[in-house]
């Protein structure tokens, strides 16, 4: 779906686990948003990151949850001390710059189960 | 605090009819808006966007309006095609904020043969 890969496709883990989830952004993108969708609901907001930097975290749980963009390799989204309420599917989106208007692309997402 | 609303749940239509989506905002600072198209299990696709500087952009068979007093925007899809069927969400950004989208929660549409 536009390039952006993510991973896994699918993700069980009980309670009090982490939950680690991987994006790899469309080749030529460098900025990386996370995206939410709680059932019966749009997409929310997470966090933006540009490579090595965190632009925007106003959408993210203040604990538990941490999201990094490092110099090498893909974009993880970290949940740690999983909750029933956690269960969602999560969506990466990338865009190549922040000038003009610029459509984000979406990978297939996460989806997340809590047992 | 839902800055963007698409109150029509779900939407069916004949195929070949016009389908028309709607969606509302609050925030009268937004100033490009976009369409998603989203089949169960994969992510959204880029539809069609607009800037607010517009008041129509069209790509085919479809067209997004913006009514910019009235908050209002609308994706028309015209003939509407079996393929169509999907959840339609419609997001909205504001440039001097960042580049934050707000979207909202989607327009379930059925297109029928």
């Known amino acids: 779906n536009a390039g952006v890969m993510q991973n896994p496709r699918h993700l069980v883990r009980r309670r009090g686990q982490e939950a680690r989830l991987r994006c790899s952004p469309m080749k030529g993108h460098s900025h990386v948003y996370w995206y939410r969708q709680l059932p019966e609901e749009g997409l929310k907001f997470m966090v933006y990151l540009q490579k090595e930097n965190i632009i925007d975290e106003s959408g993210m749980p203040k604990e538990r949850f941490s999201a990094e963009f490092p110099k090498e390799g893909p974009s993880i989204l970290r949940i740690q001390q999983v909750v029933r309420g956690d269960s969602a599917a999560y969506f990466c989106a990338s865009s190549p710059s922040l000038g003009g208007n610029q459509p984000q692309h979406f990978g297939d997402g996460t989806r997340l189960s809590i047992l | 605090d839902q800055q963007v609303k698409q109150n029509s749940p779900s939407l069916s239509v004949q195929e070949g009819r016009i389908s028309i989506l709607n969606c509302d905002y609050t925030?009268?600072?937004?100033?490009?808006f976009l369409w998603y198209k989203k089949y169960p299990a994969e992510g959204p696709t880029f539809l069609i966007s607009i800037s607010s500087i517009k008041d129509k952009n069209e790509d085919g068979r479809f067209t997004v309006f913006l009514n910019k007093s009235a908050k209002h925007l609308s994706l028309h899809i015209v003939p509407s095609q079996p393929g169509d069927s999907a959840v339609y969400f419609c997001a909205a950004r504001t440039s001097n904020t960042g580049n934050q989208f707000y979207f909202g929660t989607g327009t379930s549409l059925t297109v029928i043969p």
């Open positions: 925030n009268s600072m937004f100033d490009y």
